[in-house]
Every structure is written in C-alpha cells, then in structure tokens.
C-alpha cells in the first residue's frame, strides 16, 4: 500500500463507521473490497498495515442503524482478514466473530430479512474458511443450520453463494480429515526423517479436534441432503431441484471414502425420486449421473441402448417402440428437447470409468449390441436437420465424443460412432453450411476428430494416418477458403484454433518431406499471412497463438508479429508484444544482455516498406534514433534518408535486421504501456479511495434532493 493510500484509509474508515450510510455509487465497496483482497492474496497483512481496521469492525458491527450495504461490506471485510490464523485471533480476542455468527443477532436487529445481509454471512465465512480454526469456530457456532437453510433462499443470489459454501465446507473437512490419517500413519510408521512433518501434521489435527468432531458437521449436510431430494407436496419441487443441483456438484468434487458416503446416503432417496416420476427433475436427475456414473445402477451399455432407441424414436423410426405405446411415439417425434437430452447423456456417459465402459473384446461386444448405424442414422439425420440448431448441436456432439478417451486404443466416437471414418464425411460436408455457427462447430469437430489420429505414433506412423484420411488437401483447402472468405468472425477464428491444435498434435519425428508436413507447413505460412491481416482481434489473436508454436527467425514470423504489434486492438498488441520479447530474448540477447545470435542470426533480413504498418514500425524506429541521435541532422538507415519527402518516402523499402529492429523498439516499455487500461489513472485505489471521501456527509449539499447529493463517476 503507498503512502497517499495510507493516509487517506483511516478517513475513509472513519467516515464510513460514523455515518453509516449508503454511498452514491453503490460499487465503491465491492472495489474497495476487491483492493483488500488483492492486497492480501500479495502477501500483504491488513492488520498490520492497517492496525484501524480492528476498531472500524467492531464500531460498524456493533452499530445495527448502519446501511445493510455497509453491515454486508464489514463482514465480508472480517471474513478476509481472518482467513489468516493471526487475523482470525486477532478478531476472536475482540468477540466480533461471535457477533458476526450469530444469526439470531441479525434477526433480532431485523436485518437477517435483507439478502444484502444474508449473502455478506455466507461470503464472509467462504473468505474465512481457510484453516482448521475457522472450521471448528464455524462448527461449534452452529452455522451449518443457518448454511443448510439458506440453501433454498428466496434470492437466487444467496443460493448461489450458500451451495458454494456448502461444498467449501465439505471439501475443507474431508482435507482435515485426511490429514488426520496421515498423523495416524505417521505415528505408526514413526519415521525418523518425517519427524517435523509429522509434528507439522499432528498440531493441525490437534487444533481440529480441540474445536470439534467435524463428522457431526458432514452428517448434518448429508441428512439434509437425504431428506431434501424427496419432496412431500408438489410445493416443494423447488427444494428437491436445488438439492439436485448441489448433489451434482458435490459429486463432482468430493473424494473416496466422503463419496461413496454420500452415494450411499442419497442412493434410496433418488430411488424413491425417479420412481415418483417429475419431469420437471429429469434434467437435474441426469446432471446427478454425469456427475458420478458411479450411480447408475446399470452397465453404461445398457444405458446407450435406451437412449439411443430413444433417439430412433423421435427420428420417426417405430421400429423400436414398445407395443401400447403409439401415443407416446407420436409425442416424441422430432422433438428437439428429447434429442438434444439424449445427446447430452451420451456424452455424460462417455465419462464412466474405464473399468466400466471401455473398449477392450468384452465391452466391444456390447457396445456393438447397441448398433453403430442406428445412432449414425439419427446423428446423419440431425446433421441435414432445417434448423441450424439442431444441426449445431449434433456437431458439438460428434467434436465432444472424438474428444473423449473410454479406453487405451479407442475414442467415445469409435466405441459409439464407429470411428473418424464414419464421422468425416458428416463434417467435410457441414463446412459448407450456409450457417457461420455450424461451419465453426463443424471445424472445431474436426480438429477434435482428427487430433487422435494427428497424435498416432506406435500404432500408425502420421503419414499412414495421412493417407487414410480422404480428401485431405480439399479439407485444407476449404479451411483456407473460410479464413479468407466467411464473413462472420466465428468460424474464421475455429479455422485458426484447427491449426494451431494440428501443429501442436503434428509428430516431431516427421519427416519435412512428408505429404502432412509439407501440407501442414504450407498451410501455416497462408494461415499467418490471411490471419495476421484479418479484421476480427480475436482471429489476430489466434493467429499470433499460432505464431507462438512456431516462434523463430523466419521473415513470415517476424512480418506477422511486427503488423501486429502496431495493431489497433489492444490485445493483439499485448500478445504481438509478449512474442517479440520471447523472440527477441531467445535470439538476441543473452541472459546478461550481451549479444549472443550467431552471424547467421544478425544477418536474417527483411522488408520494410513505407506503407501500413511497415511504415508504423519505422516510425517507432526512428523516434528512439532521433532521441539517441539528438545531434545529428537526420535519421539514416531504417528511418529514411535525408531530405526525403515523405510522399517520396512511401515508395521506398529499406532492408531491416531481425536483431536490430527487435532491439530498437524498446518492447519492455511498449509493453508496460500496452497492459495499462485506458482508465488506469482514475480506475485507482487512491481515485477510489478520493471518491468515497467525495461522496461523504460534509461535501453533501443541505438542500439537495435526494439522489442529487453527489454525483459519483462509476467508471
């Protein structure tokens, strides 16, 4: 924190604590609390920084007249700084966490009502949660009970907040108590050259058993979630939805043994859910086994077959419909709902384990039962479908499952699909699309389906796998044609992603010569030629990706970089910046700045001519000439000739070595330019600090109506 910060703080502290009132810009707290957080998380102590700190909580926190916005701001502020174990003593001694705790002490105040309130307790105590003696002061304060309720809170916000808490909490008790196994291993394995880790290890776990056994805490969220996933009265499908969502997040997250606790815990009330038949749940439900197909109570194969005849039935095959259940097939036809559910838990079903959905004889077997046709049909049908909906989604469909490993020699598209074969037809053809979304989706699928096969080295060296794929040079083509082409950015920036993911997959033991590699290094070169010169940043900027990969001497590297370097999206400059540094240190300069490049090096050259950004580069050239050459009549060389007039000047192209102009652009400066916002001068804390002092009571007109008082710029 610098000097003009620190003494304009305690004035701002002050006038927070003795008005009490809301500030006319109503994110100078979320920025002030944001500065705190950044000072902390760079090492800094804000006791210590700011021993004030301590009175301005307790004042604010005692004071139940102050504005909800400031109450909110204040515990959130306490939850921080005792996110450190000195902090959070620090405010113990001072009995502000107890107050902060308390929920019936803002209830009684009548501010528990207010989600400011609320949400500034849950994100309190996540900021505080960061030690053992966090934990035990939450445990033993009775806060899971409140936590537990705010999990079907009124404001969406606080839910949000509460359902991230809770797996914070859970997370944080299943790391204390395995660091209590490992103190238990310890002392038994009593290893002499552990021993300071194990004392390390044994005070933690001393601390947590002092504040209490943290099973009750994991069982009090496990019976809320057993009994919460079944609801009694229709009412309560808002209750059961939320606890769906938090149990799909929680299996996401936690690990053995806490997961197959939780499983076992929940498993006879999702029984009991999916047979009371909601459709409203079946969304959620399905989230719940994408999160853990551990769950599935039947093989993964068997599951692909439901769902794959499901899918046969909305493409208007009757064929697999049950007997009695016409009514039910006229439905189902075309609808896109019922596809694109099933699509998505084919994909959720592309993440069982190995163990349970691989590609080995045994499940080969099965996964054949299911029929590659019937889904290729559906899949084939979906691709043609009128709505380029539909047609998009079955393309990030097709991308994801080549994406996916389910075994040692097979991707999801070949165990399902019957591999890329079968696939590349559908996307060549789909690059043609009339619609930008699905040619991008089309090349991003592309690139993932090809990626394995990019990526072959025992079993296919990459030539074969070149020459298996058909027509490879009218894929390339077509890509080109889309980055020169296609008037929408989408699609343009997926053909400079498809590169970028083949150079980086491209084997390094191909020979140059190769049909891919020479295909391969051709198509870079137009790619950072058309790229480079693009309109849309974000193609520039993958192009400069792309550029990253191959980060050498190679003029059309260099004219890439430099083009962007003067670009007029800030990003692309940042990112042409960062490059040329790399370049620059990598072939120019050595660790101690002393020229190293062979003479091979100094002498690659290039053309600059005086037009474009060519003529931006010589002009950056010859401002640090003119300042390094103040007394000379006139820059030479890069910049020019004497007397020459500019018009003149235009005409003219002057050759320019590699070193010499990355050593002459000054790149660290530019740089350090490049990464300041636009509004880096007012968007400051002190400018911060300056504006709520601003907003205070004493620069307050006494005849302003209100909302006039001040105007405060947000911005």
Request: hydrophobic share 40%.
């Amino acid at each position: 924190m610098d000097r003009e910060c620190s003494s304009l703080l305690p004035q701002v502290c002050e006038l927070l604590a003795a008005s009490g009132c809301s500030l006319p810009d109503d994110t100078s707290l979320e920025k002030l609390l944001d500065w705190f957080t950044a000072l902390t998380k760079a090492g800094e102590s804000l006791l210590e920084t700011c021993p004030y700190l301590l009175e301005f909580i307790s004042t604010v926190i005692h004071n139940t007249a102050a504005d909800p916005s400031i109450l909110s701001f204040t515990i959130r502020l306490t939850g921080l700084i005792a996110a450190t174990e000195d902090g959070f003593q620090a405010l113990q001694e001072s009995s502000v966490l107890d107050l902060i705790g308390n929920v019936q002490h803002w209830q009684e105040a009548g501010l528990w009502e207010d989600p400011c309130i609320r949400i500034g307790w849950v994100q309190g105590f996540r900021a505080m949660l960061q030690h053992p003696k966090a934990l035990g002061f939450f445990s033993q304060a009775g806060s899971i009970e409140p936590l537990l309720q705010l999990q079907t809170d009124s404001s969406l916000f606080v839910v949000s907040a509460a359902n991230q808490m809770l797996l914070h909490v859970l997370l944080l008790c299943q790391n204390v108590s395995s660091v209590e196994c490992k103190v238990k291993h310890k002392k038994e394995v009593d290893n002499e050259g552990t021993q300071s880790s194990i004392s390390d290890l044994e005070r933690l776990a001393v601390t947590v058993e002092k504040s209490q056994d943290l099973s009750d805490v994991v069982a009090k969220i496990l019976e809320y979630l057993k009994k919460s996933l079944v609801p009694k009265e229709t009412i309560q499908l808002h209750q059961t939805l939320q606890s769906l969502k938090l149990l799909a997040l929680l299996l996401d997250r936690v690990r053995p043994p806490l997961r197959g606790t939780l499983l076992h815990t929940v498993s006879d009330s999702l029984e009991e859910l999916v047979a009371a038949d909601h459709s409203q749940l079946t969304v959620p439900l399905m989230d719940v086994i994408v999160a853990d197909p551990e769950c599935v109570p039947c093989p993964p194969p068997v599951i692909v077959a439901a769902v794959v005849s499901s899918l046969r039935l909305c493409s208007g095959d009757s064929s697999s419909s049950p007997a009695g259940c016409s009514e039910a097939f006229r439905n189902i036809v075309g609808n896109k709902k019922v596809q694109k559910c099933g699509l998505e838990a084919l994909i959720g079903l592309t993440n069982c384990p190995a163990r349970r959905f691989h590609c080995r004889t045994s499940s080969r077997n099965k996964l054949e039962r299911v029929s590659h046709a019937d889904l290729l049909r559906v899949v084939t049908k979906r691709v043609c479908d009128m709505r380029w909906e539909v047609r998009d989604s079955t393309l990030e469909f097709l991308g994801h499952l080549a994406g996916v490993q389910v075994g040692q020699t097979c991707s999801a598209s070949e165990a399902l699909l019957g591999g890329s074969s079968c696939t590349i037809p559908l996307l060549r053809e789909a690059l043609h699309d009339p619609e930008s979304y699905v040619r991008a989706s089309a090349v991003c699928a592309l690139a993932q389906t090809l990626t394995r096969s990019w990526q072959q080295g025992a079993a296919l060296t990459e030539e074969q796998v070149f020459t298996s794929i058909k027509h490879p040079t009218e894929i390339v083509g077509r890509l080109l044609e889309i980055l020169s082409e296609d008037t929408e950015g989408f699609s343009r920036r997926a053909v400079v992603r498809y590169f970028i993911v083949w150079y980086s997959s491209h084997s390094p033991s191909s020979s140059p010569s190769s049909s891919s590699s020479s295909l391969l290094m051709r198509s870079v070169r137009s790619v950072l030629s058309r790229g480079s010169a693009d309109l849309d940043w974000e193609v520039k900027v993958h192009t400069l990706q792309l550029a990253e990969l191959l980060l050498a001497v190679p003029p059309g590297i260099i004219t890439a970089l430099l083009s962007s370097l003067v670009d007029c999206d800030r990003p692309v400059g940042v990112k042409a910046c960062q490059l040329l540094i790399a370049l620059r240190d990598a072939v120019c300069l050595s660790p101690q700045g002393e020229v190293k490049a062979a003479a091979a090096v100094e002498d690659v050259t290039f053309e600059l001519s005086g037009r474009g950004w060519a003529r931006e580069i010589r002009k950056l050239l010859a401002v640090k000439n003119q300042a390094e050459e103040a007394d000379a009549t006139a820059p030479r060389g890069l910049n020019g000739v004497d007397g020459t007039d500019p018009a003149a000047e235009e005409e003219m192209s002057v050759s320019a070595s590699v070193c010499e102009v990355l050593r002459g652009l000054h790149l660290d400066e530019r740089l350090e330019i490049l990464t300041q916002s636009s509004d880096h001068v007012q968007n400051s804390p002190l400018s911060l600090l300056q504006d709520i002092l601003t907003a205070g009571p004493s620069h307050r007109r006494t005849d302003s109506q209100p909302g006039e008082e001040v105007i405060v710029d947000c911005y």
